[in-house]
């Protein structure tokens, strides 16, 4: 089974960007689709992308259309979550995710522990 570890969360003020990655353990990696979500306190976990296994799908939420693009290096077990255009409504937890290919968070097997992005105004 795969394990996941985010990282490159941070403080960013609006119109910024930031870069999320998502390094997995497992020589599987290349055979799981992968997603990302986010949460706020108090709200259920939102989707915000996800990517085929291959990565010639990709899909995401209205929300960030056009400013966030999902990508994944298989040979560095690695998938990426490339954030522009930032705005506060985009402070969140993000976690990215194995093993499904829907918008719902109880559709994948695997998370992270999340990374705390937080857009100022």
């Known amino acids: 089974q795969v394990q996941l570890v985010e990282s490159g969360g941070g403080l960013v003020q609006a119109g910024g960007s930031l870069r999320l990655s998502c390094a997995a353990s497992g020589r599987t990696f290349s055979s799981y689709s992968m997603g990302w979500f986010r949460q706020v306190p108090g709200k259920e976990r939102e989707f915000v992308a996800r990517?085929?296994?291959?990565?010639?799908?990709?899909s995401y939420a209205d929300s960030v259309k056009g400013r966030f693009t999902i990508s994944r290096d298989n040979a560095k077990n690695t998938v990426y979550l490339q954030m522009n255009s930032l705005n506060p409504e985009d402070t969140a937890v993000y976690y990215c995710?194995?093993?499904?290919?829907?918008?719902?968070?109880?559709?994948?097997?695997?998370w992270g522990q999340g990374t705390q992005v937080t857009v100022s105004s």
């Open positions: 990517i085929s296994w291959s990565g010639s799908r990709t």
């Open positions: 995710a194995a093993g499904g290919w829907s918008m719902w968070s109880s559709d994948y097997e695997t």
